[in-house]
């Protein structure tokens, strides 16, 4: 069973920074696509960052330099470390992965999300 549990979310001030863990389960974690997505009521969900196979990553233009995204394949765990934090990175995170990207939204997984609050 496929199983991708977010952890490392909370409330922090601007400035500060918190690391997000993804512990996956269940697929060929070594080979898949992953990403982050982060999303906030009323708004469209953004993908913040993902890392191929071969570790190559992607990241949006407003968390580059603030975010660095990695993988432990040892431990099936993806993350996000998030440094220099804003107020608009207030979201709740997700973790994704499916075998391509480009089949993450019909063929994907995702996990249940963690909060990160970002206020002074």
């Known amino acids: 069973q496929v199983q991708l549990v977010e952890t490392g979310g909370g409330s922090v001030q601007p400035g500060g920074s918190l690391r997000l863990s993804c512990a996956a389960s269940g697929f060929n974690f070594r080979t898949y696509w992953m990403a982050w997505f982060r999303q906030v009521p009323g708004k469209e969900r953004e993908e913040v960052a993902s890392i191929e196979y071969d570790l190559s990553t992607i990241y949006s233009d407003s968390v580059k330099g603030r975010f660095a995204i990695s993988k432990d394949n040892t431990k099936s765990t993806l993350y996000l470390e998030m440094i220099s934090l804003k107020p608009e990175d207030t979201a709740m995170y997700y973790c994704?992965?499916?075998?391509?990207?480009?089949?993450?939204?019909?063929?994907?997984?995702w996990g249940q999300g963690t909060q990160v609050i970002v206020s002074a």
């Open positions: 994704a992965a499916s075998l391509r990207a480009d089949w993450l939204q019909d063929h994907g997984y």
